[in-house]
């Protein structure tokens, strides 16, 4: 009996290492289906990623809103979508060969069946018409994706346990590092231009971090090929991000993080998506590399487990045979011995790491002692992989590797997850840095004076304190820009931003809010005159030299400041309420004289209630209709010939009647509200001037009295100008040298930036009139270099004074030398229409011609073509 013991043990030991030779077999084969499964399910999360990225575009493409803001007209749109829905088949049909496959697969074959029904469910909302909800949208495709990832998590971790050696586990693991790259490409793309298209939006913070947090992802799992164990598929995963794909959607990816969003033109959006499609096959052809590796890998294994069990039985069968020789050698402390070792053994294989014994023969301690040291390394891993799991990449036990070649493999795959863990980290740090502050002078950007002030205020409020707020607006700056150049006026900006962080108190906070404004917050103010000091501070040391360096070498150059003071008592208030009334308050230091400092007052406090009670009242009108728009005659000086029409709206207020423009369009200005005022004109005028051109049976061809229509730097200063005024004339049905645009002098001199949306929509054939014209003292010079075709003379030059009237004489002239036409508008009485046709002026525009006329009035004077005949020196009246 003592002699079956040991030989039945050695047998079953025989037994027990080949099945498990064969169970490595069969494991290292299901291993490699399971990778095979994951690429499959990689590449159809993938395309239903991109199909995700189409149908956003294709949203976008039919929301006239989202078509606004990326500065296309509808005409373009419409054949952007029609290109788009081509695409959008290409991508189904990939989509669903993708799914189809995954069905055919055993393991996920039910995940692959509930994804294709989704994705069914999902085209059948986007087909069905009407506006897309493409949060909504874009969270229920993520969940597609997520099912298929999910699955893929499970498939792969299958995997790895199916491995039969440390090289196949590393394969697996380059497959699942290259695929979580391919799995987070699309999305980027698609956050970004959910952010894009709600750039103006009250979302737009919240779509903003979306899509950084997307962003982020794709430079972690970029980073992480780096660790890819194969060194050709490391090689070839590095090269994805230098591919001119991956180099074109990372050029305009990484400008928007830190120039904002990038609006792109429509050739741009479609190479954008198209590049997205493409960086996204070259990932997914990498990922097919790393699969076939990693199968690769699986069947080496398997052959290897196969060569393993028939050493085994044969190595059985000589360890059966030795024992029957040497059993009496060995006798029952050898077998005691053995059962203990044999009862940890089956321990360790559950799972428990228990202590292992070292007693009885030699042999039996060196295989004790060699157990006791693998329990002692999958201690090690077992606490490396709490470590990770806590957070603490600083544990002193993930230093310590396990001895052996597997040791080495497990510890280098920790310390590559602890640095991806690390540049994560350092990676949020830096956006959220970048987020709150202003990158010129790294003070807090506008939203983070807000939030900061905000936080005082509740502060305040508890503490039963005061909080001050000064606005601090420089004077000068962009003269410093216009002589000296941008980069003189930033080093403006910073040194002015280095000597207010000086001048500020201990504890109080400046901010930048933008441009040449910039904010400090006051924390526990005893007193509004220790603000008033701090101001008049601020503005000495704002008030001293700058020395920049130009081109010509350095050079001084001098700013002013005016400062608003505004005092909020036991955070009475909330931020953007304190932040409008130090506003005010340095609007009045800068009317004031400049290089003041002013508080805020009962009287701006009625100005600012006054204010927006005009600006919500306006922004109510326009979209009730309570506004309409009049025509003022603009008549040839000499014939009496009607040349065209000035538009200029009035508002139906109810309660108080109609009012002109110099009621509300000095508010509108204030705000954004002044380029809808402007559209809703240039939309009114011109429908209605195409309508009057139609009813005389004026053919496009052909030339007639114009329109013009005043607008303001703000509407000039939208990107999509052009395009704007351009679907306007489209939507008419009206020749672009029907209408006129007039621009004040002040704006172009304050703003020369504008000169180049001038001279753009003057090449549409749109003519350009400089309005008030000689109180911005242009240089007559000038004019010949401006994208003008007219000049607008100031009322105010149309007095009796022999002075005002040579210069009007000579504004004449040399408009005249520099091929422009003369318009004079504000002629009021008969004497000053004679001197304008004395002096060759082209054109006039004032009551005493006509006073502006609603749309009937002005359209039966279209038809008649003329007002009056005017000779030089005959009296009007």
């Not at 792969?156 to 693991?173: D, F, L």
């Not at 014209?773 to 007219?790: C, E, K, N, W, Y």
Request: aromatic letters at 2%; charged letters at 20%.
């Amino acid at each position: 009996m003592l002699v079956l013991v040991p030989l039945s043990t050695v047998a079953t030991f025989a037994v027990v290492l080949g099945s498990r030779a064969q169970a490595e077999a069969s494991a290292s084969a299901s291993a490699a289906e399971q990778v095979r499964a994951f690429g499959q399910l990689a590449r159809a999360s993938a395309a239903v990623d991109q199909e995700l990225l189409v149908v956003v575009v294709q949203a976008a493409l039919n929301n006239p809103d989202a078509v606004g803001r990326l500065g296309i007209t509808p005409a373009f749109a419409a054949v952007a979508a029609d290109l788009v829905d081509q695409s959008r088949d290409r991508v189904r049909a990939e989509t669903d060969l993708e799914l189809q496959r995954s069905v055919e697969l055993a393991d996920p074959a039910d995940t692959a069946r509930t994804a294709q029904a989704a994705v069914r469910e999902l085209r059948a909302r986007v087909d069905g018409g009407g506006a897309l909800d493409l949060p909504g949208l874009r969270q229920s495709w993520a969940a597609v994706a997520a099912l298929l990832h999910a699955q893929q998590d499970t498939v792969v971790v299958a995997a790895a346990s199916s491995a039969g050696s440390t090289a196949t586990v590393a394969a697996i693991r380059d497959v699942r590092v290259v695929a979580d790259l391919a799995a987070r490409l699309n999305p980027d793309v698609v956050d970004y231009l959910g952010w894009l298209l709600d750039a103006t939006g009250p979302d737009e913070p919240t779509r903003r971090w979306q899509w950084l947090r997307s962003h982020a992802a794709v430079m972690v799992a970029r980073e992480a090929m780096a660790s890819l164990a194969d060194a050709d598929l490391r090689t070839r995963a590095l090269g994805l991000a230098g591919t001119p794909s991956a180099v074109q959607v990372d050029s305009l990816l990484t400008t928007a993080t830190t120039q904002g969003p990038v609006v792109p033109t429509l050739t741009q959006l479609r190479s954008l998506v198209s590049a997205a499609g493409v960086v996204t096959e070259e990932t997914t052809d990498v990922l097919g590399r790393a699969v076939e590796v990693a199968a690769a890998s699986a069947a080496v294994d398997g052959a290897a487990a196969d060569a393993e069990r028939d050493r085994t039985v044969l190595v059985g069968l000589g360890a059966f045979v030795g024992t029957v020789l040497l059993l009496w050698l060995v006798g029952r402390q050898v077998t005691r011995s053995l059962r203990g070792l044999a009862e940890q053994a089956d321990e360790i294989g559950r799972g428990r790491l228990v202590d292992v014994g070292a007693g009885g023969p030699r042999e039996v301690r060196s295989v004790g002692l060699a157990l006791g040291a693998t329990v002692a390394s999958l201690r090690r891993i077992q606490s490396q992989a709490g470590a990770v799991a806590r957070g603490d990449l600083g544990a002193p036990v993930l230093a310590e590797p396990v001895p052996g070649p597997l040791g080495e493999v497990l510890h280098d795959s920790v310390e590559r997850l602890v640095d991806a863990f690390r540049t994560r980290d350092r990676l949020q740090l830096a956006l959220s840095h970048e987020a709150a502050h202003d990158p010129l002078t790294d003070l807090p950007n506008r939203a983070q004076a807000l939030r900061l002030t905000t936080a005082a205020l509740h502060r305040a409020r508890r503490a039963g304190t005061a909080t001050g707020l000064l606005f601090v607006d420089l004077d000068g700056f962009k003269g410093v820009n216009d002589r000296a150049g941008h980069a003189a006026g930033d080093a403006v900006l910073r040194t002015v931003a280095s000597r207010m962080r000086r001048v500020a108190r201990a504890g109080d906070t400046v901010c930048r809010l933008g441009g040449d404004e910039f904010v400090v917050l006051v924390e526990a103010v005893t007193d509004v005159a220790e603000l008033v000091r701090l101001g008049e501070r601020l503005v000495r040391t704002a008030s001293r030299p700058v020395v920049v360096a130009t081109t010509s070498g350095p050079r001084q150059v001098s700013v002013g400041a005016s400062v608003g003071v505004a005092l909020a008592q036991d955070g009475e208030v909330d931020g953007d309420e304190l932040l409008a009334r130090a506003d005010a308050a340095v609007y009045r230091a800068k009317h004031a004289g400049r290089g003041r400092v002013e508080v805020f007052d009962d009287g701006l406090r009625a100005h600012i209630d006054e204010r927006r009670d005009v600006e919500e009242g306006l922004r109510h009108g326009l979209a009730e209709g309570q506004l309409h728009v009049l025509y003022q005659p603009v008549l040839d000086v000499l014939t009496g010939a009607l040349r065209g029409f000035g538009a200029t709206p009035r508002w139906a207020r109810p309660g108080l009647g109609e009012l002109t423009p110099e009621a509300f369009v000095p508010v509108a200005e204030q705000s954004d509200l002044v380029c809808e005022l402007d559209r809703w004109v240039l939309r009114t005028a011109t429908a209605q001037l195409a309508a009057w051109r139609s009813e005389a049976g004026l053919a496009l061809d052909e030339d007639g009295p114009t329109v013009s229509v005043d607008v303001s730097a703000r509407f000039l200063g939208d990107p999509r100008v052009t395009d704007l005024v351009l679907e306007a004339l489209v939507d008419a049905g009206l020749p672009a040298r029907a209408l006129v645009l007039e621009v004040g002098e002040a704006a172009v001199v304050e703003a020369p930036s504008l000169l180049g949306r001038l001279s753009d929509l003057r090449t549409l054939g749109v003519g350009i009139a400089l309005d008030d014209f000689g109180i911005a003292r242009t240089s007559i010079g000038a004019l010949r270099h401006l994208p003008v075709d007219a000049l607008k003379v100031a009322p105010s030059l149309l007095s009796a004074d022999p002075a005002d009237q040579r210069v009007v004489a000579l504004v004449v002239a040399a408009a005249h030398a520099s091929g422009l036409t003369v318009v004079a508008g504000g002629v009021e009485e008969a004497e000053v229409l004679d001197r304008l046709a004395a002096d060759a002026c082209d054109a006039a525009q004032g009551h005493h011609l006509s006073a502006p006329l609603a749309a009937d009035g002005a359209g039966a004077l279209f038809r008649a073509g003329t007002v009056r005949t005017v000779s030089p020196g005959t009296p009007t009246g």
